[in-house]
């Protein structure tokens, strides 16, 4: 049974930082793409960035970029979202996924094959 495990969401101030960490396990972790995406009250759930399964290219939504920074530990089957310079608007449930492709890892949710149920983070302004 393949299980995706967040943690390390709270509540920070703007400007602050958080590192939530995506422990997974039941799949060979290295074989998959992982993403992070996260979905705020009353909106879609949206691509925050991800990693490739490979040689380690990293894609991040242009929202984020510069301020988030995601990698993987393989050894411990880990993925972690480095976030920075957090703004209110960044408040969300923030999910972790994970995608089996040959091709570059998706930015759309429903191309990922696991889900971990979320850990909220919110941003006082």
């Known amino acids: 049974q393949v299980q995706l495990r967040e943690s390390g969401g709270g509540l920070v101030q703007a400007g602050g930082s958080l590192r939530l960490s995506c422990a997974a396990s039941?799949?060979?972790?290295?074989?998959?793409?992982m993403g992070w995406f996260r979905q705020a009250p009353g909106k879609e759930r949206e691509f925050v960035a991800a990693?490739?399964?490979?040689?380690?290219?990293?894609y991040y939504a242009d929202s984020v970029e510069g301020r988030f920074t995601v990698s993987r530990d393989n050894a411990k089957n880990t993925v972690y979202l480095q976030m920075n310079s957090l703004k209110a608007e960044d408040t969300a449930v923030y999910y972790c996924?994970?995608?089996?492709?040959?091709?570059?890892?998706?930015?759309?949710?429903?191309?990922?094959?696991?889900w971990g149920q979320g850990t909220q983070v919110t941003v006082s302004s």
């Open positions: 039941g799949l060979i972790f290295s074989t998959y793409h």
């Open positions: 990693m490739d399964r490979t040689v380690g290219n990293t």
């Open positions: 996924a994970a995608q089996w492709s040959p091709y570059s890892p998706a930015k759309i949710w429903d191309e990922y094959n696991y």
